[in-house]
């Protein structure tokens, strides 16, 4: 599963500039030692939880926003504890697209 984020080291991750941010699919290694080199930060998104037991303080239904690791994430999902909130689709104006 991929995670967002943001490169905040002085040089590039992945061919991403430093201050930008991006998704990937790193295994929980490589984000654990991206991170404890200070080359990349987690960008927080929204969960919702959908088991029958509380989560990082939320009840279930409750939708909260946290930055977890990609082992972390995966654990609380594929056990049921936990969804992705789908972030809604920016919308352009035409003045945009030009």
């Known amino acids: 599963m991929s995670n967002r984020y943001k490169v905040v080291g ?25 991170l404890n080199g200070r080359r990349i930060e987690l960008v927080p998104r929204k969960y ?11 009840a279930p239904g409750e939708v909260f926003v946290d930055a977890l690791r990609v082992a972390n994430e995966s654990a609380l999902i594929e056990a049921g504890h936990l969804e992705r909130v789908a972030e809604p689709k920016k919308k352009t104006t035409p003045q945009e697209k030009e």
Not at 14 to 26: K, N, Q, R, T, Y
């Open 10 to 34: 002085p040089r590039p991750v992945c061919d991403v500039e430093p201050g930008a941010e991006f998704e990937h699919e790193f295994s929980a290694s490589e984000e654990q030692a991206l």
């Open 48 to 58: 919702r939880v959908v088991g029958t037991r509380r989560v990082a303080g939320f």
